[in-house]
């Protein structure tokens, strides 16, 4: 069982940016991470992935080109960068891994969740 742990979630206002990171453990360096997120009143929907040893990213249109996902495996730790945030990127955000090769941005595709940690863009 592998255990995600979120954290860098907090306010900002438009334009700013964060870092989000998400440590697993025990480390697992076979498995695809991403990031998923939740609006109020919206369904999860991922937004970034990143392959086992990193070499490969995948990302929703909606924060391409703004978000950036990376991997430290000698520190089990994902990254996601997000500059450039708009109210609408406001959410709850979760890590996933997996090793399922399916789709990068589905749910079905990641075994473990972590229990997120939540953003709040303020125009």
């Known amino acids: 069982q592998v255990q995600l742990v979120e954290s860098g979630g907090g306010s900002v206002q438009a334009g700013g940016s964060l870092r989000l990171s998400c440590e697993a453990s025990?480390?697992?360096?076979?498995?695809?991470m991403a990031w998923f997120r939740q609006a109020p009143a919206h369904e999860r929907e991922g937004i970034a992935a990143i392959s086992s040893a990193g070499h490969n990213t995948y990302y929703a249109d909606s924060v391409k080109g703004r978000f950036t996902i990376t991997r430290d495996n000698a520190k089990n730790t994902a990254y996601l960068e997000m500059n450039s945030l708009k109210p609408e990127d406001t959410g709850m955000y979760y890590c996933a891994a997996g090793a399922s090769p399916r789709s990068p941005l589905i749910e079905s595709t990641y075994n473990f969740w972590g229990r997120g940690t939540r953003v709040t863009v303020s125009s």
């Open positions: 025990p480390p697992e360096y076979r498995l695809r």
